[in-house]
Nanobody, 124 residues
Framework: QVQLVESGGRLVQAGGSLRLSCAASGRTSNNYAMGWFRQAPGKEREFVASINWNGASTYCADSVKGRFSISRDNAKNTMYLQMNSLKPEDTAVYYC?????????????????WGQGTQVTVSS
C-alpha cells in the first residue's frame, strides 16, 4: 500500500511558476510508476504528466507540453511537477497517483493510489 500527499498548490498570477510535490510513504520499494492528473470544476479528471519507476521515461499532455515537467527523487520518495508559464486554464485540483507497474500510463483508471489533491488557481 502507498500513501500519497501532495503539496505546493496556491494562487498564482498568469505567467508564473509553481512546483508541486507528492510525498509517498508506506512502501519500501519505488518500483511503481506515478502520474499527475487534474480536475477543474465541472470537468472530468484530466491526465497531465506521468513518469516511469526510475524517472527515465516521462510523458506530458499536449496541453502542458513545453510548460510543465515531471520528475521524481526515489531517494526522497517524492515526485514533482514543475509548472511554468501558467495560464488561467491550468486552474484545477491537482492529484498525484501511483500505479502498480514499472511503466506509466495516461489513463487514470490504471492507477491504484491517489493523494487528496492540491488546489492550483491561476489568476488572469
Amino acid at each position: 500500500q502507498v500513501q500519497l500527499v501532495e503539496s505546493g498548490g496556491r494562487l498564482v498570477q498568469a505567467g508564473g511558476s509553481l512546483r508541486l510535490s507528492c510525498a509517498a510513504s508506506g512502501r519500501t520499494s519505488n518500483n511503481y510508476a506515478m502520474g499527475w492528473f487534474r480536475q477543474a470544476p465541472g470537468k472530468e479528471r484530466e491526465f497531465v504528466a506521468s513518469i516511469n519507476w526510475n524517472g527515465a521515461s516521462t510523458y506530458c499532455a499536449d496541453s502542458v507540453k513545453g510548460r510543465f515537467s515531471i520528475s521524481r527523487d526515489n531517494a526522497k520518495n517524492t515526485m514533482y511537477l514543475q509548472m511554468n508559464s501558467l495560464k488561467p486554464e491550468d486552474t484545477a485540483v491537482y492529484y498525484c497517483a501511483g500505479r502498480n507497474d514499472y511503466i506509466s500510463s495516461r489513463y487514470y483508471y490504471e492507477y491504484s493510489y491517489w493523494g487528496q489533491g492540491t488546489q492550483v488557481t491561476v489568476s488572469s
